[in-house]
């Protein structure tokens, strides 16, 4: 994939010395501390990744560093994932008085994070505003889904700025599955 300007971002592939930046997002974002070695892995899978992606002509899945725009100082994350969704769970999905149902379908799910220290700044919705009009415009993809626990208020609204309409799952499984934000592409 390209990288994507906005107003103050880059988005961009990782690169072998991101590992730092991995780390740090790691560390900070997801509480998950990850080894030197660790983070070297997931920069080298990622570029190759990318690469074989675009070589057998499939969406460009994987993470992408934030950056100022100005000077590349890495804020944090957004990426392409691919996201099962139970959509049956949900009432807005099902026929009345269906019971649950938990099969999955596939999604183009948005990943995005951003380290403490630049939260509640925009990054995020601006990052993340930037891979939807990826996916819509270049890929020309249906709908685009976020998914967050029922406790993680920032992320959700960070999914109301993008325009997503959220969904709460009212029961417990799948435990992975707590919360989704919808967004169908406009120019349907």
């Known amino acids: 994939m390209q990288p994507i300007r906005t107003e103050r971002l880059l988005i961009r592939e990782y690169r072998a010395g991101d590992a730092p930046a991995y780390?740090?997002?790691?560390?900070?974002?997801?509480l998950n501390p990850v080894s030197d070695a660790s983070a070297a892995d997931f920069i080298a899978w990622s570029v190759l990744n990318y690469r074989h992606l675009e070589a057998i002509g499939q969406p460009p899945y994987g993470d992408y560093l934030v950056a100022l725009a100005d000077t590349g100082e890495p804020?944090?994350?957004?990426?392409i994932v691919p996201s099962l969704v139970p959509?049956?769970?949900l009432p807005a999905f099902r026929a009345p008085a269906a019971p649950?149902?938990?099969l999955v379908s596939p999604e183009f799910g948005l990943f995005y994070a951003v380290f403490p220290d630049r939260q509640r700044?925009?990054?995020a919705a601006e990052g993340a505003a930037a891979i939807i009009d990826f996916l819509f415009v270049r890929l020309?993809?249906?709908q685009v889904v976020a998914t967050t626990e029922h406790d993680n208020i920032a992320s959700q609204q960070v999914m109301r700025r993008l325009g997503m309409t959220l969904h709460a799952?009212?029961?417990r499984n799948p435990v992975w599955f707590q919360v989704v934000g919808v967004l169908t592409n406009p120019g349907r």
């Open 23 to 30: 780390q740090r997002l790691c560390d900070e974002c997801f």
């Open 75 to 79: 804020v944090g994350s957004v990426g």
């Open 87 to 89: 959509w049956g769970v």
């Open 100 to 102: 649950p149902d938990a």
């Open 121 to 123: 700044q925009g990054f």
């Open 140 to 142: 020309y993809v249906r």
């Open 169 to 171: 799952n009212p029961g």
